[in-house]
């Protein structure tokens, strides 16, 4: 079914010629099959009007596959802007970043959402033991690439123990504090599918004010200092300066509440007063205000000068559109345009809009009541692209490609009884009564309108237009940023790379992730699904997984070899009730799972070896060889694997070093654990073998 285009449709050529051959089956009385004959006639007719509709039954609609995978369960991944967090070094004086500023990194251009403040330096970080009055100096973690990471909740992570950061100023009430802490992080850990999942700690956090350490909200993407990743911190009321700590200055601590941590947290650097960034560009922008006295634009495409004024004035009614005037003089829908300052480089950062006739206002007590629409050069000169015309899925061209969904508006125009001109504003996939519905297809520049609504004879514009490199936007970190207007600042740099960045996922594209999907067990069925669903299980530190399913019991044990935990790792209970959970959520409704800790099988060698004489140590070498083949922790063998004499054998005979072995023997310290079975040994299938007692003495040939 979704593959209908492979199917070949006939073409006249053979429908024509089946319809012939069938015709004696109908009727012994047609015998003229000449062209002249009226039923040849209508014969071909008919045979060419099934040829067109087979020839466009493969032309399936973009609306018709993308409901047929959504049949299954799946829906194009929308595309995304990438995201970073930047921060300022150097800045010789507090400032607001507007909304809107925009960041340079190569032929990449970033922009901030929304205004952010600059400022704000780290006098102090501290950490300090429960219980106990000392402060530990930890103040390097501000700067940049602290090699060792530093434990900050100490060596064993004690509940009650406490990180604090002294800084010289805080955000506003209300307004977030970003921290980004780059973590020294165990090999091997599973990525987290939510990482404000707290698996194995909880952290209280609090800021100082003029009533004490008050707790605080927040968002922390690093699992309790799990991984490497940004903390947002929610500044209360009435902060202010602490003196209980080393260093004067507004204090934040973070207090650990819980921590079963499988290794305790060392952190490498910690960036505070951070600003998000996102990658995109700007080529057309739709700004909304709420009042008509005297407005100021402020925007980057303000210095383009290429402006539309709109304003509601009725309830439920449309836009209407106000032309630009230096002197507001005007009778009818006008408003007066006032160019801003112009900087060095002849271009302009804002200008001011004011409605001053009284018979034509926009409606300030209504929703959204002014839009007004900047545009670039290049947009300016295309941004009309079409008519409304009704019909099934009508296609149109977009002057952009690879455009951001979110951003993207366009202007439809009709006309209302008296002829004069309503606009309306109209977003992607918005259904409703009468709505425009249409979908963005961003990464090819056109539009696909589904139903036309009363919007049939509207003319269409573009509005607002962003466009995105998608994954090229997710930069690594600590790249150079550059701002494309002057500001305050010697530096910018991004403390962790770029993340998010992807354009919307085409029909192929979704079909390969369909495939993919099928061949991914969710449901564990076999022993293979157990293991690697086990061995896949978020936040954890994982090696080896080994099931064995008892079908007379219908019973499913795994064994689990954790990756962290000295040299024989033991399950904890936080991690066998993970891999449980896991598991239970995946298992077939009437098996039953138990999640097993390794037990462990020393195994003895003994032997006498014949060395060559010119070799210096060869014992080293032989030791060296015999632990790698019994060590099952750190080798590539699995639970339970036979541990084969002659496999160890050769091994020591392969060596250069060695003449040929004369004699050796391969014991096991527990026979409950193992069998044995002409001097090979088969462990049971929750037993990691590793090495015992190695007794190999060595003789030097002639």
């Not at 004696?24 to 039923?39: C, M, T």
């Not at 973070?254 to 490498?268: H, N």
């Not at 530096?491 to 790379?497: H, L, Q, V, Y």
């Amino acid at each position: 079914m979704l593959r209908i285009e492979e199917a070949r449709p006939k073409t006249y050529e053979e429908i024509i010629a089946d319809a012939l051959t069938e015709i004696p089956l109908f009727s012994d009385e047609w015998s003229n099959f000449n062209p002249s004959d009226p039923g040849i006639t209508v014969l071909e007719n008919l045979s060419v009007f099934s040829a067109l509709q087979a020839s466009n039954i493969p032309n399936v609609t973009y609306e018709a596959r993308r409901r047929l995978f959504a049949l299954a369960g799946f829906k194009p991944a929308k595309g995304k802007c990438a995201r970073v967090l930047l921060k300022a070094e150097g800045v010789r004086e507090n400032t607001l970043l507007p909304a809107g500023s925009r960041f340079s990194l190569g032929g990449l251009i970033f922009e901030t959402n929304r205004p952010a403040a600059i400022g704000g330096k780290i006098l102090g970080i501290y950490a300090q033991e429960d219980g106990s009055d000392e402060f530990t100096d930890m103040s390097s973690l501000a700067e940049r690439d602290v090699p060792v990471g530093l434990p900050v909740f100490g060596e064993k992570a004690v509940p009650g123990n406490a990180l604090y950061l002294v800084s010289d100023s805080l955000p506003e009430a209300e307004k977030e504090l970003i921290l980004y802490l780059t973590l020294l992080e165990a090999a091997g850990r599973n990525p987290v599918d939510d990482r404000q999942d707290n698996v194995f700690a909880a952290i209280r956090w609090e800021c100082y004010t003029d009533k004490g350490f008050s707790e605080i909200k927040v968002r922390d993407f690093t699992g309790c200092f799990l991984s490497s990743g940004e903390i947002r911190l929610r500044i209360p009321d009435g902060a202010c300066v602490c003196r209980e700590t080393p260093r004067e200055g507004y204090c934040i601590r973070a207090v650990l509440e819980r921590a079963d941590y499988d290794v305790a947290p060392r952190v490498q650097q910690i960036e505070p007063f951070l600003f998000e960034l996102w990658q995109r560009d700007s080529r057309a922008a739709a700004l909304i205000y709420h009042r008509s006295e005297r407005i100021t634009v402020r925007h980057p495409l303000a210095s383009e000068e290429h402006i539309l004024v709109f304003g509601k004035e009725e309830k439920g009614s449309s836009y209407r559109r106000y032309q630009l005037s230096y002197s507001g003089d005007e009778p009818g829908r006008f408003c007066r345009y006032t160019p801003g300052e112009y900087g060095p480089d002849g271009r302009q950062s804002f200008f001011t809009i004011e409605f001053l006739g009284e018979e034509h206002q926009p409606d300030t007590r209504l929703k959204d009541p002014i839009r007004i629409v900047l545009y670039s050069e290049e947009v300016m000169r295309q941004y009309e692209i079409g008519r409304v015309l009704g019909y099934d899925d009508q296609e149109l061209n977009l002057p952009l490609r690879h455009l951001v969904q979110d951003s993207f508006c366009l202007i439809a125009r009709r006309t209302d009884e008296n002829g004069e001109y309503l606009y309306d504003f109209v977003r992607p996939e918005k259904s409703g009564e009468g709505a425009l519905y249409y979908h963005l297809l961003e990464n090819d520049g056109r539009i696909i309108i589904e139903e036309a609504g009363d919007y049939i004879g509207a003319d269409l514009f573009v509005a607002a237009a962003a466009v995105t490199e998608g994954e090229k936007g997710n930069v690594r970190a600590h790249s150079r940023f550059r701002a494309l207007s002057e500001l305050p600042v010697e530096r910018w740099f991004n403390p962790g790379a770029g993340t998010g960045g992807a354009h919307r996922e085409t029909i192929a594209e979704m079909g390969m992730r369909f495939r993919r999907d099928i061949d991914t067990p969710f449901t564990a069925v076999t022993a293979k699904d157990y293991e690697k669903i086990a061995l896949e299980t978020p936040a954890l530190c994982l090696r080896k997984a080994h099931a064995v399913i008892d079908e007379a019991e219908n019973l499913v044990q795994i064994a689990v070899l954790p990756g962290v935990g000295g040299e024989r790792p033991e399950l904890s209970g936080i991690y066998k009730k993970e891999i449980a959970a896991r598991l239970e959520e995946r298992r077939l409704l009437t098996t039953r799972v138990l999640v097993l800790s390794p037990r462990y099988m020393e195994v003895h060698i003994r032997g006498t070896v014949y060395v060559k004489r010119h070799f210096e140590n060869p014992r080293k070498d032989i030791l060296e060889t015999i632990r790698n083949l019994v060590d099952d922790v750190h080798s590539e063998r699995g639970f339970g694997e036979p541990l084969l004499f002659k496999q160890i054998f050769a091994a020591i005979e392969a060596l250069e070093c060695v003449s040929f072995v004369y004699e050796l023997s391969v014991m096991p310290d527990d026979r409950g654990q193992a069998s044995v079975i002409d001097s090979d040994i088969y462990p049971e299938p929750d037993v990691l073998c590793v090495a015992g007692e190695i007794a190999i003495e060595t003789v030097r040939g002639e």
